[in-house]
């Protein structure tokens, strides 16, 4: 317990200033391509205001175990196109008009550029993966990409199914979430020549981390302001999505907010009822223990860490544990 090395959004992002520059030259030199549409709408939904969460967590990683080369650099920006090419199909998939306060790219482009564009985006990160000459740096992506895919899929089994346990939903969070974080450190890790201890401690990090981070976003679902926000809240609702605080619900709550959650899952129309909806998550318990169970995962995630010698980059990837589920967007 260190109460006084925690950081600030803005410290962090100021301690990893010079090589998240870098990282940012890399990504719009890789977005280069002769074919105008890519361009425009690669640019669009790169420089579109993210946060750019998990290109920072490579970068803190590789300097907390001390690495001094720059292949955690192009790592970042491969990490960051995976996520955008996901982000590009999952916003066509879910129907999404809204990101980052902004029209999304399938509402400004339409779904087939927003598709095929996150194909140039995924299939480029690929190329950059054979620069970095490492079959073990290619496999992990290989198998995190793919585990992506499966946990949307196994999401859209799921979708408008009352009776998706806790289980299940927390499988498909690692995988489309938790799984790219984890790549993200864990990889930092390889590339600096870590110990296969510290690999671990880095890995483990990054899955517990991107869990509390998936956890809190479907959280925010329901409690967050649209503004704030930058997406519409109820949308995973829209969606028939059965999400922790729902699931909790079905299996707390009171007879008639059983009824009123089931039913808003199995016809995917809960907008109308949000406000009610919201009062019955509230009423059960189910926000409270949504939150309770991301701090967990936020907790694990700073245990893990204790192997790593102490640093600024250590207390920095501590404190955005903190604040990933401290957040109100
Ligand atoms: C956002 O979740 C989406 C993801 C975490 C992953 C999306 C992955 C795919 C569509 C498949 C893989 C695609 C490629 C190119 C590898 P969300 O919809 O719950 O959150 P949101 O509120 O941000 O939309
Ligand atoms: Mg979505
Ligand atoms: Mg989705």
């Given amino acids: 317990p260190q109460p006084e090395s925690i950081m600030d959004l803005n410290a962090i992002r100021q301690l990893a200033d010079t090589d998240m520059q870098a990282v940012n030259q890399l990504i719009y030199k ?19 205001g993210g946060k750019r969460l998990r290109p920072l967590l490579s970068v803190l990683a590789a300097r907390a175990v001390d690495y001094q080369g720059e292949a955690h650099l192009k790592l970042a920006a491969i990490i960051e196109f995976i996520h955008t090419a ?40 690929f190329q950059m993966m054979t620069e970095l000459d490492s079959m073990r740096v290619l496999r992990v992506l290989a198998d995190t990409t793919n585990v992506l895919a499966e946990g949307e899929v196994l999401q859209l089994m799921n979708c408008n199914d009352p009776d998706t346990t806790e289980e299940s939903y927390m499988r498909v969070i690692y995988c489309k979430t ?24 880095l890995g483990d990090y990054g899955k ?28 995973d609702l829209a969606e ?44 059960c318990g189910a926000l409270n223990y949504t939150q309770q169970k991301a701090i967990e995962e936020s907790n694990k ?22 604040i990933s589920v401290d957040r109100n967007h």
């Fill in 240 to 283: 028939g999505k059965p999400t922790l605080p729902l699931i909790y619900a079905i299996a707390h709550g009171t007879e008639e907010e059983k009824q009123l959650i089931r039913q808003a899952i199995e016809q995917g129309d809960g907008t109308h009822a949000i406000e009610k909806i919201v009062a019955a998550l509230h009423h």
């Fill in 178 to 201: 938790a799984k790219l974080f984890e790549a993200a450190t864990l990889l930092a890790a390889v590339l600096a020549g870590a110990s296969p201890e510290q690999e671990t401690a």
């Fill in 208 to 235: 517990y981390l991107g869990t509390a981070f998936q956890l809190t976003d479907d959280l925010l679902d329901y409690t967050a302001d649209s503004d704030e926000l930058g997406k519409n809240i109820g949308d």
């Fill in 30 to 48: 890789q977005l280069e391509s002769d074919v105008a549409l890519i361009n425009q709408l690669g640019f669009y939904i790169i420089n579109g």
């Fill in 301 to 322: 995630a700073i245990a893990a860490l204790s192997v790593l010698p102490d640093s600024d980059f250590k207390t920095a990837l501590i404190s955005l544990a903190k």
């Fill in 86 to 125: 996901s982000l590009l199909h999952d916003d066509v998939v879910d129907e999404s008009t809204l990101r980052r306060g902004r029209e999304t790219a399938n509402a400004l482009f339409g779904n087939s550029a927003s598709v095929l564009v996150g194909d140039f985006l995924y299939t480029r990160s």
